[in-house]
């Protein structure tokens, strides 16, 4: 049994001002939600940092400098489309510029050894965002500049892990034949972006290395425990991360208004804890969890309450849920990927 890591978490009332329009699912109040929770369950429990902007060169490390001017000029107009389901206030553009560097912010504080888990309360979300594209609600891809990041602090094997709802194709396109950044996702493959499938591992030199688990409609929290008991541990064991980074999404919550799975903020407990768990045995990995969906703010927030509990130690009870439905999984995941040799055997 591992003892309660010192936490630390990122919030900024600044995110507010990203204004997506009336009845945009990505709201201010998502986070208002969750910080009214922080206050009122978690007084003064953890270690509280306000954002920090990313600079420049950490933005383009990731994303091309004619789409960060393009996301750079929203800053003049009250109102833009930046894609069809993503839109820009004129503050948006100061918003993604914090939720980027929150998570690079976070990063730092892990590395620097002042917190082994992080958790940054940002939005826009990133996870959707490519290098010169919005979409999904997302401007930055946060998630992807915080590996970038770490990289240019000489890491050398880090592991992002999407249990959003949806694919984070846009993380997944930034590392695609790399091998120094592992992408493992969870998701609904007939829902957005509709990538994501069992066959997209990687190419080149990151064959092996983007690890994608298709999940049915109705997923509940036996199945989505009983899934990452069997491979995320695999994966870490194998792989060994010197940095674990969550794209911790919470629509596959079975109240989230756009999602179809089955979870209930249990799942999100043991996920934590089961996460927190699994750093090498001698030398944790520090974990890094950055906001991405979640459209239910009320829901977010008891999810979110749940995380913490979970990394705190808590949750542990579902860890040993066994689910004829993940097993089946498991064998795809493990036939698609048996010829890369990466994480299976
Ligand atoms: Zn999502």
Same mark, same amino acid.
């Given at each position: 049994?591992?003892?309660?890591?010192?936490?630390?978490?990122?919030?900024?009332?600044?995110?507010?001002?990203?204004?997506?329009?009336?009845?945009?699912?990505?709201?201010?109040?998502?986070?208002?939600?969750? &910080?009214?929770?922080?206050?009122?369950?978690?007084?003064?429990?953890?270690?509280?940092?306000?954002?920090? =902007?990313?600079?420049?060169?950490?933005?383009?490390?990731?994303?091309?400098?004619?789409?960060?001017?393009?996301?750079?000029?929203?800053?003049?107009?009250?109102?833009?489309?930046?894609?069809?389901?993503?839109?820009?206030?004129?503050?948006?553009?100061?918003?993604?510029?914090?939720?980027?560097?929150?998570?690079?912010?976070?990063?730092?504080?892990?590395?620097?050894?002042?917190?082994?888990?992080?958790?940054? =309360?940002?939005?826009?979300?990133?996870?959707?965002?490519?290098?010169?594209?919005?979409?999904?609600?997302?401007?930055?891809?946060?998630?992807?500049?915080?590996?970038?990041?770490?990289?240019?602090?000489?890491?050398?094997?880090?592991?992002?892990?999407?249990?959003?709802?949806?694919?984070?194709?846009?993380?997944?396109?930034?590392? &695609?034949?790399?091998?120094?950044?592992?992408?493992?996702?969870?998701?609904?493959?007939?829902?957005?972006?509709?990538?994501?499938?069992?066959?997209?591992?990687?190419?080149?030199?990151?064959?092996?290395?983007?690890?994608? +688990?298709?999940?049915?409609?109705?997923?509940?929290?036996?199945?989505?425990?009983?899934?990452?008991?069997?491979?995320?541990?695999?994966?870490?064991?194998?792989?060994?991360?010197?940095?674990?980074?969550?794209?911790?999404?919470?629509?596959?919550?079975?109240?989230?208004?756009?999602?179809?799975?089955?979870?209930?903020?249990?799942?999100?407990?043991?996920?934590?804890?089961?996460?927190?768990?699994?750093?090498?045995?001698?030398?944790?990995?520090?974990?890094?969890?950055? +906001?991405?969906?979640? &459209?239910?703010?009320?829901?977010?927030?008891?999810?979110?309450?749940?995380?913490?509990?979970?990394?705190?130690?808590?949750?542990?009870?579902?860890?040993?849920?066994?689910?004829?439905?993940?097993?089946?999984?498991?064998?795809?995941?493990?036939?698609?990927?048996?010829?890369?040799?990466?994480?299976?055997?």
């Amino acid at each position: 049994m591992k003892s309660q890591p010192h936490i630390g978490i990122i919030r900024d009332q600044r995110f507010g001002l990203h204004k997506t329009g009336l009845s945009h699912p990505e709201s201010p109040e998502r986070l208002a939600a969750p &910080y009214r929770m922080l206050d009122y369950e978690f007084p003064g429990e953890f270690t509280e940092l306000s954002a920090q =902007l990313a600079t420049l060169e950490q933005i383009e490390a990731v994303h091309l400098p004619p789409y960060v001017a393009m996301v750079l000029a929203t800053a003049k107009r009250r109102f833009t489309n930046l894609a069809a389901d993503t839109t820009a206030c004129a503050d948006s553009y100061l918003a993604a510029w914090l939720a980027a560097g929150a998570c690079v912010q976070g990063v730092d504080a892990l590395l620097d050894g002042r917190m082994q888990v992080c958790l940054a =309360l940002v939005r826009p979300p990133g996870h959707h965002a490519l290098p010169a594209k919005a979409g999904g609600f997302c401007i930055f891809n946060n998630l992807a500049i915080a590996a970038r990041h770490a990289q240019k602090r000489g890491l050398q094997r880090i592991l992002i892990l999407d249990w959003d709802l949806h694919h984070g194709n846009g993380i997944q396109d930034i590392f &695609y034949d790399e091998k120094e950044v592992f992408y493992l996702s969870s998701h609904h493959c007939q829902s957005y972006p509709h990538s994501g499938m069992w066959e997209e591992t990687g190419q080149d030199l990151g064959q092996g290395y983007t690890l994608n +688990l298709c999940i049915p409609g109705g997923f509940g929290d036996r199945d989505i425990m009983h899934l990452y008991r069997e491979i995320l541990t695999q994966v870490v064991e194998r792989f060994g991360p010197q940095l674990i980074l969550v794209a911790c999404g919470f629509d596959a919550h079975a109240e989230d208004p756009l999602g179809n799975c089955a979870l209930s903020a249990e799942a999100f407990a043991g996920l934590a804890a089961l996460v927190r768990t699994l750093g090498p045995q001698d030398n944790d990995a520090p974990l890094l969890l950055a +906001l991405e969906g979640g &459209y239910d703010p009320a829901v977010l927030a008891s999810c979110l309450r749940r995380v913490l509990e979970g990394l705190s130690g808590a949750g542990e009870q579902v860890w040993r849920a066994d689910s004829p439905k993940a097993a089946e999984l498991v064998t795809r995941a493990k036939g698609v990927h048996q010829a890369f040799g990466v994480w299976t055997g």
